[in-house]
């Protein structure tokens, strides 16, 4: 079975950085579109970003230009680099996957399988 494990999570100032990683333990992983969701305490979930197989890659208005979702597939990674945090980042991070890949769906209905998250907070 497919099992997702994010790391990386922790307590950074803001304007600090973090970077997210995801571990995938799956024989098709190169396959997959992944993303990153987060939920903030009192807040619904929310998408984040996502990455195709392919490296295509899509985000949320908010954190453009300060996050960058990326993929080693050879390490079966995925990768959230966050940049110029925010006290509004402030959230539990979520990576899931897409197994059937190639989804224009951004809702978290679109992606099978969850990991257990990572908590990020931004300190002001």
């Known amino acids: 079975q497919v099992q997702l494990a994010e790391s990386g999570g922790g307590l950074v100032q803001a304007g600090g950085s973090l970077r997210l990683s995801c571990a995938v333990s799956?024989?098709?992983?190169?396959?997959?579109?992944m993303g990153w969701f987060r939920q903030a305490p009192g807040k619904e979930r929310e998408f984040v970003a996502t990455?195709?197989?392919?490296?295509?890659?899509y985000y949320t208005d908010s954190v453009k230009g300060r996050f960058t979702i990326s993929r080693v597939n050879a390490k079966n990674t995925v990768y959230l680099q966050m940049n110029s945090l925010k006290p509004e980042d402030t959230a539990v991070y979520y990576c899931?996957?897409?197994?059937?890949?190639?989804?224009?769906?951004?809702?978290?209905?679109?992606?099978?399988?969850w990991g257990q998250g990572t908590q990020v907070t931004v300190s002001s």
């Open positions: 899931a996957a897409d197994l059937n890949g190639g989804s224009i769906d951004y809702t978290e209905g679109a992606f099978e399988l």
């Open positions: 990455i195709s197989w392919i490296g295509a890659t």
């Open positions: 799956s024989r098709t992983f190169d396959s997959y579109r």
